[in-house]
Nanobody, 123 residues
């Protein structure tokens, strides 16, 4: 069983930055692929970024490419999402998720989820 806890969300102005963290419990973190997803009100949950257990990054989704960076630190059992040049349309609840080995785009393929952290970007 893996428990995931996100942190680092908050309110920023357009152009600002935030760094989200996803802390995982247990010793198996290094064997998990990690994904970041987000969900805005009234919209479906969408893929943001993924990183495999071997540190290979799965393509960032659409407008997030070039602005968001995913990383992981296995010594701290933590995955990160650095978000720069934030825009109002980035406003959403951001979730991290874990599944064995590889990161994938499909949220239904992930076994474990965090509770989410709110990101609000004002214009």
């Amino acid at each position: 069983q893996v428990q995931l806890v996100e942190s680092g969300g908050g309110a920023v102005e357009t152009g600002g930055s935030l760094r989200l963290a996803c802390k995982a419990s247990g010793r198996a973190f290094r064997t998990y692929g990690m994904g970041w997803f987000r969900q805005a009100p009234g919209k479906e949950r969408e893929f943001v970024a993924g990183i495999s257990y071997l540190d290979r990054v799965l393509d960032y989704y659409g407008t997030m490419k070039g602005r968001f960076t995913i990383s992981r630190d296995n010594t701290k059992n933590t995955a990160y999402l650095q978000m720069d040049s934030l825009r109002p349309e980035d406003t959403a609840v951001y979730f991290c998720a874990a599944r064995p080995w590889q990161a994938v785009y499909d949220p239904t393929s992930y076994n474990y989820w965090g509770q989410g952290t709110q990101v609000t970007v004002s214009s």
